[in-house]
């Protein structure tokens, strides 16, 4: 089974290119297009459970790309999926140049917001809870790009900054995930003759 992620659509703000984080901006028309458009690809595959961000904007998608089948999922709003804050920058032009210095530094907490270290403790707690309930059936979660960039990071190993900040999935996007994709070496015991080392 699989975890399938579905970014919100798109809101005027994205359009004007202004810093949104937990602003709850509502979908735009192109949103609203972008998720039926989604629900088209959605549609293919059979979900058991969806997780989905509180902010009206993810749940709009969510409302849209899943049409009448909703009320056969098991829907969760979970808190773990708000868009990251980005706290003092919310509000502003994301193209100045002060806010993407900022927010290329994964351990830079943005003043009355997160880091992105932040935000990966609680994606990561969410992705892990998940893990059971993947191998029963397809999950699907609905957020946001800051958020959909941590869990791309959960899932693809030696991902650098970079790599990591310059991986945006689209309004409106898709991407699939399998758990079995994710490796974590095992403990290995130390040899005697490097115990002592």
């Known amino acids: 089974m699989s975890l399938y992620l579905l970014r919100h659509g798109q809101t005027n703000w994205n359009k004007a290119g202004i810093v949104q984080g937990r602003y709850d901006v509502p ?8 998720a039926k458009e989604a629900k088209k690809t959605l549609d293919e595959v059979t979900f058991d459970y969806c997780y989905c961000s509180p902010l009206c904007r993810a749940r709009e998608t969510m409302e849209l790309a899943l049409g009448d089948r909703i ?14 804050a980005y706290g003092n920058y919310e509000g502003t032009d994301w193209r100045a140049g002060d806010y993407q210095s900022a927010r290329r530094r994964l351990a830079y907490r943005f003043a009355k917001g997160e880091s992105y270290l932040d935000v990966a403790h609680r994606a990561f707690s969410l992705l892990d809870e998940l893990k059971e309930k993947a191998t029963k059936g397809n999950v699907l979660l609905v957020c946001h790009g800051g958020i959909a960039r941590v869990i791309n990071s959960y899932f693809i190993d030696a991902v650098d900054n970079d790599s990591f900040i ?17 490796y974590i070496a095992p403990v290995i015991e130390v040899p005697d003759n490097l115990k002592g080392i």
């Open 27 to 34: 979908l735009n028309d192109e949103g609203r297009r972008q």
């Open 166 to 182: 310059d991986n945006i999935c689209p309004n409106g996007g898709i991407r699939k995930y399998e758990y079995t994709d994710r």
């Open 71 to 84: 009320q056969d999922i098991e829907v969760v709003f979970d808190d773990r999926l708000v868009e990251m």
